[in-house]
């Protein structure tokens, strides 16, 4: 369930970090430091909180958001390509050390098959969640419009678990990619 802290949101660390430099500016002009240092208080919040919003912790097929309890399993697409792959590399390496040109084809292709699974779960599971997450916050807008606390405590897990699946898949992609 969420815990719908604000030191894990995106939007609230732009809205502080453009505030901050605001009061950093305010500050500047007008030669009160005491602006300045709550100027860049403000925009070191901003960058905890930006730096919050994206933490994601992945245990196997498994993302969780530690600041909100989220959980999201990977899209079985990408586990079953990241065997494929597994197996294929290893089909791939045995036909070479053994001069077995149709195994490590074989091999190959079984590789290339599993890289190609596993990008199509990682892009189900980052556009899923980035549905999730905007279905949720219009959803919880509405909800807290409307007084109705158990439908917005719904959609706002709705969006909690959508921000980790969709931090889920940008983990694993970055890796992919050695960022």
Do not use: C
Not at 52 to 81: F, Q, V
Not at 87 to 114: C, F, H, P, W, Y
Not at 124 to 138: F, H, K, L, P, T
């Amino acid at each position: 369930m969420s815990a719908n802290n604000d030191d894990s949101s995106t939007l609230g660390s732009y809205v502080n970090a453009a505030t901050g430099a605001a009061q950093r500016a305010y500050g500047a002009i007008t030669g009160d430091s005491s602006y300045q240092n709550e100027g860049e208080a403000t925009q070191n919040q901003a960058k905890a909180q930006h730096e919050n919003s994206h933490t994601t912790a992945k245990l196997g097929p498994i993302s969780a958001d530690p600041n909100t309890g989220a959980t999201a399993k990977d899209n079985e697409n990408r586990s079953t390509g990241s065997w494929d792959q597994t197996i294929g590399s290893t089909k791939e390496a045995v036909g070479n050390m053994i001069g077995n040109d149709n195994l490590r084809r074989t091999g190959a292709e079984q590789n290339a098959a599993g890289k190609e699974e596993e990008a199509k779960g990682q892009l189900q599971d980052w556009g899923e969640g980035i549905q999730n997450r905007a279905q949720g916050a219009i959803g919880s807008v509405g909800a807290a419009i409307s007084g109705d606390r158990a439908e917005e405590q719904k959609f706002r897990d709705m969006h909690d678990e959508g921000k980790v699946r969709q931090r889920g898949a940008e983990v694993d992609m970055a890796k992919k990619q050695g960022a």
